[in-house]
């Protein structure tokens, strides 16, 4: 069954410090894997997706096979990185369709 | 263009009443996804539609839910006769036609209370 799981409901970080937020998957097919942001009394907006490879805002994300793994990573987090961070996952057989984790809610302190 | 418009963005209601949930795609726009989030959990698929056309509604709730897109005008999300586990946050997401799932932008969503 296609699943998604953010285990950290809550981190929180001091400003400068490394952040990584933990992303597991299951899924049958070839997943296309995507981290979306969703900023205080704001929409969710997509911030990366692994086949760009790229990276937005300092956040990077590799995709790890092996361990069905799409961990968030950011070595130096700002304060203004605080909002809620979504996981998601999709089919490359059925775009339209998304299977979201739970959320993981990023605190960065000054 | 003002992005995805969900209207209302609160909506309380009481049991067995019935719940609409409007949503505006942007301008361009021909395909609609509504999502749902209960308390604690993430986002669930619940229906695709195109203009005029439910494309995939295996998300949906057998009973007491529809959705709608008609060719003029938002999509709707309507709830019959609504229950205290509908309670939850609804978000729309549109994409213009022919684009992949990562062209879609977000609606803020539109909580519902069911009381």
């Known amino acids: 069954a296609q699943r998604v799981t953010q285990p950290e409901k809550l981190l929180s970080v001091f400003k400068g410090a490394p952040v990584e937020l933990k992303c597991n998957y299951s899924y049958s097919g070839s997943p296309e894997l995507f981290w979306y942001v969703q900023y205080s009394r704001q929409r969710l907006q997509l911030l990366l997706r692994?086949?760009s490879r790229e990276s937005i805002k300092g956040f990077t994300a590799d995709l790890n096979k092996g361990e069905t793994s799409f961990h968030l990573k950011k070595p130096f987090a700002q304060e203004e990185d605080s909002a809620m961070y979504y996981c998601a996952l999709s089919g490359r057989q059925n775009f339209n369709k998304f299977y979201f984790g739970s959320g993981t809610k990023l605190n960065v302190k000054p | 263009n003002a992005g995805v418009m969900q209207n209302p963005r609160h909506l309380v209601r009481r049991r067995g009443q019935e719940a609409r949930l409007r949503c505006s795609p942007m301008?361009?726009?021909?395909?609609v996804y509504w999502y749902r989030q209960l308390p604690e959990e993430g986002l669930k698929f619940m229906v695709y539609?195109?203009?005029?056309?439910?494309?995939?509604e295996s998300g949906m709730p057998k009973e007491r839910f529809s959705a709608e897109f008609p060719k003029e005008g938002p999509s709707i999300l309507r709830i019959q006769q609504v229950v205290r586990g509908d309670s939850a946050a609804y978000f729309c997401a549109s994409s213009p036609p022919g684009g992949s799932w990562t062209e879609a932008f977000f609606g803020q969503g539109t909580r519902l209370t069911v009381v």
């Open positions: 301008k361009g726009h021909s395909h």
């Open positions: 692994h086949i």
């Open positions: 539609l195109q203009k005029e056309n439910i494309i995939d």
